[in-house]
């Protein structure tokens, strides 16, 4: 008989274990998909500005060239 409870409830563990195991494993994906959310973040302000600064550097040889060639 009691080897019977400790089968009985060594089986009840092991949902619990697994339960454990997919609550870990959910935490750790959120915190991964946190993490992506922030670098995306980073990468697109990274990329704006860029574009901005690319932007002003085309208005500067623009307007060098232009006064360079006596047009302005």
Do not use: F, H, Q, W
């Given at each position: 008989?009691?080897s019977?409870t ?5 089986l009840?563990a ?5 339960g454990?195991?997919?609550?870990g494993?959910?935490a ?6 946190q ?10 302000r990274?990329?704006e500005?860029?574009d901005?600064h ?8 623009v307007?060098?060239n232009l006064?360079?060639?006596?047009r302005?």
């Open positions: 008989m009691e019977d400790l089968t009985l409830l060594s009840l092991i949902p619990g274990a697994a454990a195991a997919y609550g494993v959910r750790g994906l959120n915190g991964c998909r993490s992506l959310d922030k670098m995306e973040r980073i990468v697109t990274l990329d500005r860029v901005r690319g932007d002003r550097i085309t208005v500067l040889e307007t060098t006064k360079d060639s006596g302005e």
